[in-house]
C-alpha cells in the first residue's frame, strides 16, 4: 500500500509535536513543510529561525517559507501530489482552491474547543477569563477563520497556576496524541463531522504589547490572570517613576481588602512587594527592570527597594 503524501502548514513551534509523531507513523510521507519567512524581533530587529523550518532542515524535509498563498505555491503545492494536509498555527484562512488540493482534507489542530475562542489568541484568552479546561480541536478547514465542522476534540485541564507557555506545551501534546488517534480514521475517511454552532463562537484577536499593560483599576485577580495568560509574550508591566517594570510571576494574597487602586504595600501578609488593585492585592512575585534580569521580589528589592520606598503609590 503506497505511503500517505502528507504536507504539514504552521508557523509555531507548537507543531513540533505533531510533526515528530508524524515520523513515526509508518505509512505516512512527510513530503514537505510550509512555514512563514522569518522575521524581525525585538527592539535590535534582529531576524531569529524560524522553529519549523528549522525542524525541517534537521530532518531533511523539503520545506516552503512564503508570506502570501499565491499562484506560485498552488502550482508548487499541486506539483508535490499531495494526499492530505495538516495544519497548526499557520496564520493564513487558505481559499478554496487550497482546500480541495489534498485528495484526503485539509485540517486543522485548533487549541480550543470550537466554536469557543476561534482566531489568534485561543490560549491566552482562556486563561484570561479563568477557564477551568480547554482542548484541542481537528476540524475540516473551510473559508473563514477556525469554522469548519470538527472530528474531534481532547479536553485539557487548567492548573492554578498555568502559564501561557505551559499551556501551550500540554496543548501541542495533546495535539500529537490526537494525530495519532485519528490518523487511521483520516486516511480511510471513516469519520463524522459536528458542525459548529455559529451562535455559540467566539473569536479572538491578535494580541499586542500593549496590551501587557497592568491596570490597577482592574481586580487582583484578573491582573493575576493576565500575568499568566501572557507570558511569555507579550509579558506584563507597569510604568513606574518614567519606566517600564516587567512582571513575570505575581499571586493574588486578598480578593476584598480595599485600598486606593495602585498603591504600593511593602511586606504585606508576609509578602515583600504588593500593589492593590480596584478589588482586592496582588503579590509581586517575580519582575524585571528594563534591561536587567528577571529576578524574584526579594532579590530585586534588594537592589532597588529606594524605588518603591519614596513614593508608595499609583503605579500605572
Known amino acids: 500500500m503506497p505511503k500517505v503524501r502528507t504536507i504539514f502548514l504552521s508557523a509555531s513551534d507548537?507543531?513540533?509535536?505533531?510533526?515528530?509523531?508524524?515520523?513515526?507513523?509508518?505509512d505516512c510521507q512527510l513530503v514537505g513543510i510550509m512555514t512563514q519567512p522569518e522575521r524581525p524581533r525585538g527592539r535590535g530587529q534582529k531576524y531569529s529561525p524560524n522553529p519549523i523550518a528549522t525542524w525541517a532542515q534537521s530532518h531533511r524535509i523539503l520545506h516552503l517559507q512564503t508570506e502570501q498563498m499565491d499562484d506560485n505555491v498552488f502550482v508548487e503545492l499541486r506539483q508535490m501530489q499531495i494526499d492530505l494536509a495538516l495544519v497548526m498555527a499557520f496564520g493564513h484562512i487558505l481559499k478554496r482552491r487550497f482546500l480541495d488540493l489534498p485528495a484526503l482534507g485539509m485540517w486543522n489542530f485548533?487549541?480550543?474547543?470550537?466554536?469557543?475562542?476561534?482566531?489568534?489568541?485561543?490560549?491566552?484568552?482562556?486563561?484570561?477569563?479563568?477557564?477551568?479546561e480547554t482542548g484541542v480541536t481537528l476540524m475540516r478547514m473551510v473559508e473563514k477563520l477556525d469554522a469548519g465542522?470538527?472530528?474531534?476534540?481532547?479536553?485539557?485541564?487548567i492548573e492554578a497556576q498555568e502559564t501561557a507557555y505551559t499551556l501551550t506545551q500540554k496543548l501541542a501534546h495533546a495535539s500529537a496524541d490526537l494525530l495519532a488517534e485519528y490518523w487511521g480514521r483520516l486516511i480511510q475517511k471513516n469519520y463524522s463531522v459536528v458542525e459548529q454552532i455559529e451562535s455559540f463562537a467566539t473569536v479572538t484577536r491578535k494580541l499586542r504589547k500593549s496590551d501587557g499593560l497592568l491596570d490597577f483599576n482592574e481586580t487582583a485577580l484578573s491582573l493575576e490572570r493576565k500575568v499568566r495568560a501572557l507570558n511569555p509574550w507579550p509579558g506584563t508591566?507597569?510604568?513606574?517613576?518614567?519606566?517600564?517594570?516587567k512582571v513575570h510571576a505575581a499571586h493574588?494574597?486578598?480578593?476584598?481588602?480595599?485600598?486606593?487602586?495602585?498603591?504600593?504595600l511593602l511586606n504585606f501578609c508576609q509578602?515583600?512587594?504588593?500593589?492593590?488593585?480596584?478589588?482586592?492585592?496582588?503579590?509581586?512575585?517575580?519582575?524585571?527592570?528594563?534591561?536587567?534580569?528577571?529576578?524574584?521580589?526579594?532579590e530585586f528589592l534588594n537592589g532597588n527597594k529606594f524605588l518603591f520606598q519614596a513614593n508608595k503609590s499609583t503605579p500605572s
Open 149 to 157: 465542522p470538527w472530528i474531534a476534540q481532547k479536553i485539557v485541564g
Open 237 to 245: 508591566f507597569f510604568r513606574w517613576k518614567d519606566e517600564s517594570i
Open 110 to 132: 485548533h487549541t480550543s474547543l470550537l466554536p469557543k475562542y476561534r482566531g489568534a489568541s485561543p490560549i491566552q484568552t482562556c486563561l484570561l477569563m479563568g477557564e477551568r
Open 271 to 298: 509578602c515583600p512587594l504588593c500593589i492593590a488593585s480596584s478589588r482586592g492585592v496582588l503579590a509581586i512575585d517575580q519582575l524585571q527592570r528594563s534591561g536587567g534580569k528577571i529576578l524574584r521580589v526579594k
Open 252 to 264: 493574588v494574597v486578598d480578593e476584598e481588602i480595599a485600598h486606593k487602586p495602585g498603591t504600593v
Open 14 to 26: 507548537i507543531a513540533v509535536p505533531c510533526l515528530e509523531r508524524l515520523l513515526e507513523i509508518n
